[in-house]
């Protein structure tokens, strides 16, 4: 199981650009999946981006064109470049790490202490 803490959230005005950084502890990182969720005040926790082990992507509709994941074995990091904000992606965002191949059902197995994102009008 890794342990995982995100940086990089804060204010942005809308359409400007944020990156989210996760770096994760272990020596297994380059075999689990990672994922970014939100949550904004009100609402449920929802699926944003997954990027596989061998680098398969996933997204969420609303942040398609927008929002892009990597990973960089080397540094056990995995990044969420945000750009094209609007108000609508204000939330908490939450790093995930799983070994399924359904980490965009939220099957994971660790979890970040998340970081705010708040995008103004």
């Known amino acids: 199981q890794v342990q995982l803490a995100e940086s990089g959230g804060g204010l942005v005005q809308a359409g400007g650009s944020l990156r989210l950084s996760c770096a994760a502890s272990?020596?297994?990182?380059?075999?689990?999946?990672f994922g970014w969720f939100r949550q904004a005040p009100g609402k449920e926790r929802e699926f944003v981006l997954a990027?596989?082990?061998?680098?398969?992507?996933s997204y969420a509709d609303s942040v398609k064109g927008r929002f892009t994941i990597s990973r960089d074995n080397a540094k056990n990091t995995v990044y969420l470049q945000m750009n094209s904000l609007k108000p609508e992606d204000t939330a908490v965002y939450y790093c995930?790490?799983?070994?399924?191949?359904?980490?965009?059902?939220?099957?994971?197995?660790?979890w970040g202490q998340g970081t705010q994102v708040t995008v103004s009008s």
């Open positions: 995930a790490a799983g070994l399924s191949s359904s980490i965009w059902r939220g099957e994971v197995s660790s």
């Open positions: 272990g020596r297994t990182f380059s075999s689990y999946g």
């Open positions: 990027i596989s082990w061998n680098g398969i992507t």
